[in-house]
Every structure is written in C-alpha cells, then in structure tokens.
C-alpha cells in the first residue's frame, strides 16, 4: 500500500509550485520590470530568462508531486529540490557576500533557505 505524503509537505510543494510559477514567469518573461523594482542593472536578459524557465520547471515538479501524494513517486521530486537547493544557496551567497549582488537578492536567498529546510525535514520525516 502506498504511503501518503504529510500535511506539512504537501503545503511545502504546493507553496513552492506557486512561488515557483509566480517567480518563473518573472524571470521568462518579464526580467526588465523585475531588475527595475529592485533596482538591479540588467546585464543579461538570457540568465534571467533562462532561470525563470528553471523556475517554471522545479514549480511544475512540485505541483505533480503534490497531486501524487504517494512518497515513492514524489521522493525524487524532493531529492531533486535538496540538491538544486543546496547548489542554489551556495551561488546565491557567494553572490550576495562577494560580487555585491542586489539587496533584493537577499529576499530570494531567505526564500531559498526556507525551501531547503522546509524539503530536508519533509525528508527526514517521510523516512522515519
């Protein structure tokens, strides 16, 4: 029989789909408006779009295995997110501390701990 994923996970990929989703089409579509907000000098509108269609995709993996709920289907979506997110959090910072990113970067950095937290408990969890 299959194990159902918990509560607490389940809002995890839910919020992570529309985070992922909101921040995706930003970044594809839109990067000029965003790098205007918070005041970031747009250099290169392909990595932006580039990590806008990541978003999109990491998002839309989330929303499937939401709508699993059966941990074994959705135990790859999670590894996969751990992994993107600790490469993530570590060029983030580095980028933030050493090259001066954007203040607003440090929003993007918070969200991205939290997701990693919120996935690595969630996993720890499942296991037991």
């Given amino acids: 029989m299959p194990k159902e994923i918990s509560k607490l996970l389940e809002l995890v990929l839910l919020v992570h789909f529309i985070l ?3 921040l995706g089409i930003i970044f594809l579509f839109i990067p000029e408006i965003y790098c205007d907000l918070v005041d970031y000098t747009i250099t290169d509108k392909g990595s932006l779009r580039l ?3 990541a978003s999109l995709a990491l998002g839309s993996g989330s929303f499937f295995a939401y ?3 059966d941990w074994e289907e959705v135990k790859l979506v999670v590894l996969m997110e751990l992994v993107w997110l600790v490469f993530a959090n570590g060029a983030m910072l580095y980028w933030l501390i050493f090259e001066s990113g954007p203040i607003m970067g440090w929003f993007i950095e918070v969200m991205f701990i939290c997701f990693l937290i919120a996935f690595l408990y969630s996993y720890i969890q499942e296991e037991r």
């Fill in 67 to 69: 709508r699993s709920k």
């Fill in 20 to 22: 992922g989703i909101i």
């Fill in 51 to 53: 990590i806008g269609a």
